[in-house]
């Protein structure tokens, strides 16, 4: 069936540099991505979404990139600083479904070295 | 008020026991979800109400009962649950012509 899916379970990088996350769907009739961030007992915190028309966003210190032919996501975080370190997750909103509904990818933990 | 509360943050429960889980939130929202994360899964989405209307039911058994008595609250009745349903269930809210979703913090699970 579709399904959003991430290429890395986990993402270790030094203090500093830049990350980047991945993300790969497969429904081509999603309009809208949208990445979360979710921090250990905490809930979901919204980063930064994209519609379709767009292949790129930038928020404070993030970058969404939307590749429509490959059917790519990634979310860049640059000067990754220890806050960062979460569960990132990428989601969609499977328009051709008829339910306006976020279907969620596995995740990526970003883990950043001090 | 720009947060989803949910209450309370950790429950404990037999599996005879009948609890509920409260969220609210003030933004005005007329969505609003029902999620359930397993630990290292992504959450999964249960129950959608639109306009206080339950609009979406993810084939989730009917130990679980959703309400939502009101435009700023939605209750998650339990009953008779499993040691698997425990999890996290977390709330959320959104305007329905609009798919960003603000979460709340979670009600912690255990089903014992």
């Known amino acids: 069936g579709e399904s959003v899916g991430l290429h890395l379970p986990t993402l270790s990088v030094q203090e500093g540099d830049n990350s980047i996350i991945n993300c790969a769907y497969s429904?081509?009739?999603?309009?809208?991505f949208i990445w979360y961030k979710q921090e250990s007992g905490k809930g979901p915190q919204f980063i930064i979404d994209i519609r379709s028309n767009m292949d790129k966003r930038q928020g404070q210190r993030v970058t969404v990139l939307l590749n429509k032919t490959v059917k790519h996501l990634s979310l860049q975080i640059a000067a990754t600083q220890p806050g960062d370190s979460a569960v990132y997750f990428c989601a969609e909103n499977g328009k051709d479904t008829g339910r306006r509904a976020l279907t969620f990818g596995s995740g990526t933990r970003l883990q950043v070295q001090p | 008020d720009t947060e989803v509360t949910q209450t309370p943050k950790h429950l404990v429960m037999g599996m005879t026991n009948k609890k509920s889980l409260k969220c609210e939130q003030h933004m005005g929202h007329r969505a609003m979800y029902w999620y359930k994360q397993k630990a290292k899964k992504p959450p999964e989405l249960m129950f959608v109400?639109?306009?206080?209307?339950?609009?979406i039911n993810e084939s989730v058994p009917s130990r679980f009962s959703p309400e939502c008595p009101n435009s700023s609250l939605l209750n998650l009745h339990l009953h008779a649950l499993q040691p698997e349903d425990s999890a996290l269930y977390l709330c959320a809210s959104s305007q329905p012509t609009v798919l960003e979703q603000f979460f709340g913090p979670g009600t912690r699970l255990t089903v014992l």
């Open positions: 109400y639109s306009y206080e209307k339950l609009s």
């Open positions: 429904n081509s009739a999603s309009d809208y």
